[in-house]
């Protein structure tokens, strides 16, 4: 495979940036030249160094509750992101639409996400969301794009690592 420079956009759920941990290795291993950049929420940046490899880390938090204007601060984000620009592929992780919108903004070729009916317009790979997002469904994503099964990449526990701050002060957990 040639080098390929993907850029994933986690969850704000700490949970699910953990359920993203076999989506990581597959990446890893389907492309071994692999160029990586992680956006995720300031609060989960912490976690993002039990992922394997290296990568890139960009911290991304909503600005606005207005479509609009989270779009212009989304767009400012990428502008300002050069190094993540012209990228090969996108997974947009989340339930949100501005999301998806962030691949299109970084001018990905392939955008991946959950299918959301019509706010998926900017996708150019939709997968079928089940009940919840988890490790299963994210790998799915890889899956449709590379013909290829992952059945040996699972999350075995999900336990708070010691890296993390107090759980009880923080509503995410």
């Known amino acids: 495979m040639t080098e390929k420079k993907v850029v994933v956009r986690l969850s704000d759920k700490a949970v699910e940036v953990i359920d993203t941990a076999p989506l990581i290795h597959a990446l890893y291993d389907t492309f071994p030249e692999l160029e990586l950049s992680l956006i995720s929420a300031a609060k989960n940046q912490s976690l993002l160094k039990l992922f394997p490899g290296r990568y890139s880390t960009y911290p991304y938090d909503k600005r606005s509750n207005s479509f609009l204007l989270e779009m212009t601060h989304i767009h400012k984000f990428c502008v300002n992101t050069i190094d993540i620009f012209n990228t090969d592929l996108y997974f947009s992780l989340?339930?949100?639409?501005?999301?998806?919108f962030m691949g299109k903004a970084f001018k990905a070729k392939t955008i991946?996400?959950?299918?959301?009916?019509?706010?998926?317009?900017?996708?150019?790979?939709k997968v079928k969301k089940g009940m919840e997002a988890t490790a299963d469904h994210y790998l799915g994503m890889?899956?449709?794009?590379?013909?290829?099964?992952?059945?040996?990449f699972k999350v075995f526990?999900?336990?708070?690592?010691?890296?993390?701050?107090?759980?009880?002060?923080?509503p995410y957990f």
């Open 94 to 100: 989340g339930e949100e639409a501005s999301w998806d």
């Open 157 to 170: 526990a999900k336990e708070l690592p010691p890296i993390m701050p107090d759980k009880d002060k923080f």
């Open 142 to 152: 890889l899956t449709k794009l590379t013909d290829r099964r992952f059945k040996d």
């Open 112 to 125: 991946v996400g959950t299918d959301k009916g019509l706010r998926s317009i900017h996708l150019t790979e």
